[in-house]
């Protein structure tokens, strides 16, 4: 020892460390779990107004403390039925009090919120209930039809809670059904004991659409949603204050909401739900009445509430800053919402397995030295990986392309809300070192910027190059005459793959051949020109996309066709 | 297994799950090591200029892929040199790039930057280093005389690297002296690997500046410094984006420089290093050279901005925004900021236990409703505290304190970036619930604005109710004639404890008891008039404050005085 001073308790034996000595922080053990969130809005902001619009389009509200005491006394019936850790809750419900009660009731004592999409039809929410395992199911009455439709076939499914709409607690099949009110009576509120489980635990689960093959389940755990949260609302990204009210039209079972059900209350901002009704006149009282700041919803709602205000000249009251993802955003919706109305865009780009923020379109220094123009153009854009995501693009040979804008590859992200291995799966979704793959095709710019170009099953490998089917279809709609185009890749001998361009025309007159192909010419590298044509009309999935299965089974055949570009 | 889905993972013998069955999340492992902020930075903000005022005034740049590198080369070298997990390495450096090169190359590869205040005087500079007990020194050439005072009584240091100010690197003592440039040289900077540690692992070493008793160690994790950055920057926090460009005055030993090392490049944003010039005028300048939008000090160093701007009508260019903390923020100067000058003041209240940032003024809902007065004197409190830091007040009974701005309590912190236990302690800091006690009493209005009211060792408890010894200072020192005032409490045989007010007058004409009593008659309730009022010198300590500890030692016998309010 010596004469001035202790030892640090590190160091025994020698004066001297020998170095590589692990030594842990000594800071508090405090697990990130999503009950402290609204415990967090309760203490601190707990008189702030959460606004709900009904079915019938009036409005009732609450505010952060009484959802906390409704929250708990549903987790207190919860424990007192015999759910506890791990036990998953289906929800079919809107955005709304009983769904965010039921959010906050079943993750504060450990159970898993399966959010469920009230639009699918009975089968599919059979296989998705059953492959979850749902012990209880949280539904509003004008579901209970559906679920009638298949409720011999949920084995798992004890219980379905009415927590919302008009309709009696009828039973469901043999399954025991009763209102809220009633599975409220069962529990002592003051029993609720919220948290004291580790960070890592489930508390949320979301599937993919899965356009292709069965859905896939995302296990949320506490901390990637908490983590998810705090970074999705850095300055750079959704800038929430306790000033802001906010609407999140996307809905709870869309991947959380985008995480507007914990940023709401984490900042303290007004929280409005807008329930089913998401027409844009509905929307649009609703923002001016409730003072909304920030919204956010996918492109389709913001066309219906831009052509609602231009047909009538309504006003949008406060908004200040809208959100659009789930799609790419228009060029023109930009431009119409910063220069028509004077609101901010910001185009947010994720997916189900990345909680979902993976970049978004924050404001850089240089902006204001770009043209409105210049500045439409990046916004329409997916963003900036937000930290702390990573994101990189691969190249065939796995190598990471270059920051130039024009070298397309596979879009790989890596961080702590980004998933590892999907919902009852054997094998990790990532690969060893970490990265997820999105199945998108990008380029990324100098300032970090992405720009999807295709879904990887969709682009074109010719000759070791990669032809984008999106922009190749978007070109060809750009030919007079050309109402729909298409593209896929044929075998090709020689390029390994060459584009097929399927084209629904006008009726009569359409344009030839040689016309579409004239008209590629000046737009893209002369190796992206289809190598045929084919005149059919092209077949939209449910959702409204292109259903390039179906062309695949129909048309990628390279001896059914005639060659039309030799 | 039923006909229609698969059965969950987690799902084991019986289709239903019995409940209370722990499920993990599955998202990804991604430990939030502090080498992902730089590494985020150098790979989406790369070019992002990185200003650092020399000590001649003069500005050089450099920016975050630049610094990555260096600290790469650093780290490369340090862990050549045998410097590993674990190691602590002191640093004497002002706020310039080789102390952020430091920083991020010893954190990067798990070693501990334990930052040392370069104001101290060698004695007590050797007790902290062997406390902490560092093996290598990072300073810069103008303290190396200090060192060579205490150079025998170092034992754990064997190297010291001169990095910054002019000097050749000769022997200090027995130990061995190399210049950055050559301890450098002795790494390959592409051998550095960085993270793959896990995020419990210490990344820093602050000692508190220990008033009374020794100095205490807060050893952070990096855990607790990443999640302190993000948090401290939520928007309604510091609030820094990729346009803003910021000015951390505090220096980096005062409390990780309150986390903007990792918030500027977290954000992408702008970073200027002031370096050892901090007078007013100095920084006017850097402010305008450098279009710095936000800056953070403590007050006295805005006190001589502000004068210089006052006296020279200076322009502070492009300042939008300011942070104090550090020490109370008097109204004057919140009002002198915003009403002359339009810059909007930010009070944050911390400690180095708290990493810093417990609570910060941010903006509420109503602020717009409020008189000018009625903005400062809320902005003139300790603030809310910042999400998810969870503060409460606790009286004498243990029980918790409403918040009506009229109870005080014992101020009391939990959160993942607060001390559990010093460096070097037996014992945690913290009670059986996690709570950490600050030391000071707080009363909290109804918005959860903080205003600390006294340290809870100077608070005098008078028959069970508690007096402020600051405002009752406060209240004294506005009475004509005194210079000075302060009060301790004395032991009382019916009450406990009553206060004595310690009062330095003016030369000759000074104020008598009474009139001094009749002065605080209507501004305090009438069990805080002071027992006793001796007129005598009134005691400072080295850094400014009160010395309370001395007047302890002088006065606080009741039989030696002579009672004046009785």
């Known amino acids: 020892m010596h004469p001035n001073g202790h030892a640090g308790p590190y160091r025994q034996g020698s004066p001297i460390c020998p170095g590589g000595k692990r030594m842990r922080g000594l800071m508090q053990n405090w697990p990130m779990t999503l009950d402290r969130i609204l415990a967090h809005a309760a203490s601190t902001s707990g008189s702030r107004r959460i606004a709900m619009q009904r079915p019938d389009g009036s409005i009732t509200a ?88 298949v409720a011999d076939r949920l084995p798992t499914v004890e219980h379905i809670v009415i927590a919302s709409g008009k309709g009696a607690a009828l039973p469901i099949g043999t399954i025991a059904v009763s209102s809220l009110e009633d599975f409220l009576g069962a529990g002592d509120p003051s029993a609720a004991v919220w948290g004291g489980f580790d960070e890592e635990t489930a508390a949320g689960l979301c599937y993919t659409s899965g356009t292709t093959g069965d859905p896939k389940g995302v296990l949320y755990s506490h901390r990637s949603n908490f983590l998810h949260a705090l ?82 000249g309504a006003s949008l009251g406060r908004l200040a800053r809208v959100l659009v993802g789930g799609a790419a955003v228009p060029s023109e919706m930009v431009r119409a919402f910063r220069e028509d109305l004077g609101i901010e865009v910001m185009h947010g780009w994720g997916m189900t397995e990345l909680s979902p923020l993976g970049a978004i379109s924050s404001v850089m220094p240089d902006e204001a030295a770009l043209t409105a123009q210049e500045v439409v153009s990046r916004k329409a854009r997916q963003g900036r990986a937000l930290f702390p995501v990573e994101a990189r693009i691969v190249g065939a040979d796995d190598k990471e392309c270059p920051h130039d804008d024009a070298t397309p590859g596979s879009l790989q992200v890596r961080g702590p809300a980004v998933v590892r291995r999907y919902y009852g799966a054997e094998e990790d979704a990532v690969d060893a070192e970490g990265w997820f793959d999105t199945g998108d095709i990008a380029v990324i710019d100098g300032h970090g910027f992405i720009k999807l170009v295709d879904r990887a099953k969709d682009v074109v490998k010719s000759g070791g190059e990669w032809i984008s089917s999106v922009e190749l279809e978007n070109h060809a709609m750009g030919c007079p005459g050309v109402r729909r185009a298409a593209v896929i890749a044929i075998p090709d001998p020689r390029w390994g793959e060459r584009p097929l361009l399927i084209a629904e025309c006008d009726e009569g007159d359409g344009p030839s051949d040689e016309s579409i192909l004239a008209h590629l010419r000046p737009l893209v590298p002369k190796y992206w020109l289809p190598e045929r044509i084919v005149f059919a009309s092209v077949p939209l999935g449910a959702t409204g996309k292109i259903d390039k299965l179906a062309l695949r089974r129909l048309f990628a055949q390279p001896l059914q066709i005639e060659a039309v570009n030799d």
């Not at 039925?81 to 009660?101: E, K, S, V």
């Not at 450990?110 to 199911?137: K, Q, S, Y």
């Not at 059900?261 to 739900?273: D, F, N, Q, S």
């Open 62 to 149: 609450s505010d952060y403390a009484s959802l906390q005491d409704e929250a708990k006394a549903l987790s207190a019936a919860l424990a007192a039925y015999g759910i506890g850790l791990g036990d998953r809750i289906g929800t079919l419900l809107w955005n709304d009090l009983p769904h965010m009660t039921v959010w906050y009731g079943a993750m504060g004592i450990g159970a898993v919120v399966h959010t469920l999409n009230p639009r699918f039809d009975a089968v599919r929410l059979a296989w998705l209930i059953n492959h979850a395992g749902d012990r209880l199911l949280v539904v509003d009455a004008q579901f209970a039809d559906t679920l009638r439709q």
């Open 231 to 312: 970074c999705s609302n850095q300055p750079n990204g959704f800038a929430i204050a306790a000033t802001d009210v906010v609407l999140p039209i996307v809905p709870m079972f869309h991947a959380n909401a985008w995480g507007w059900t914990y940023i709401a209350p984490m900042a303290g901002a007004g929280l409005v739900l807008p329930g089913p009704r998401l027409d844009g006149a509905s929307l649009q009282r609703l923002i001016v009445a409730e003072g909304v700041t920030f919204a956010a919803a996918v492109p389709t709602v913001w066309q219906d509430l831009l052509r609602h205000v231009r047909e009538t």
